[in-house]
């Protein structure tokens, strides 16, 4: 969401371009080891399980985001996001991936993957614009950043509902 909602981001949690930084830092500095140690727990539990529980902490994760929290704590927060995505999901992926690619589609299985990956990035950040606009009644421009706080926490809300919704169905499917 920093990325498409960058200076709504930057205005509604009043931080600035290296404080953002300063959070991609200590998301990629946990992610970084979690990569690292992520390969154990993936050959020790199933993908599903993995991969549902991390999508279900993440979804947590945003909710947290939504209470537009102190700097520290987001710092808290993008690390927890770099353990949850690398550590618990993507290992998993990576794993569940070239299982059902077999040992003859695994170009198809991984095209599929990233693929669908930019899809369902576009997808989500167009109706997060959609939401964002809906709820914001006013010109951004003339709007308030409490105007814009409002409208930005039910794009994270509906972020979050959508990961924690593709936790279930990976979780039954």
């Known amino acids: 969401m920093s990325r498409v909602f ?3 981001f930057l205005d509604v949690f009043q931080l600035n371009n290296f404080q953002l930084g300063s959070l991609f830092s200590v998301y990629d500095i946990v992610a970084l080891l979690s990569y690292v ?3 154990i727990i993936t050959d020790k539990f199933s993908p599903r399980k ?26 808290i927060l993008y690390g927890y ?16 991936t070239r299982v059902w690619g077999g040992d003859n589609n695994q170009g198809k299985a991984f095209g599929f993957l990233d693929g669908g990956r ?13 939401i964002f606009s809906i709820i914001l009644t006013t010109e951004i421009e003339s709007s308030t950043v ?18 924690a919704f593709i936790g ?4 039954i499917f």
């Open 37 to 39: 140690y992520g390969g």
């Open 50 to 75: 993995l991969m549902s529980s991390a999508l279900f902490l993440t979804a947590l994760g945003g909710i947290v985001l939504s209470t537009y929290p102190s700097f520290t704590t987001l710092k």
């Open 81 to 96: 996001w770099g353990f949850t995505s690398v550590f618990l999901f993507w290992g998993a992926m990576i794993k569940a």
């Open 118 to 130: 930019g899809i369902v990035a576009a997808c989500m950040g167009s109706i997060g614009v959609f």
């Open 168 to 171: 279930l169905l990976v979780w």
């Open 146 to 163: 409490i105007e814009r706080q409002e409208a930005f926490k039910y794009v994270i809300l509906f972020s979050s509902f959508m990961v």
């Open 6 to 8: 960058r200076p709504t």
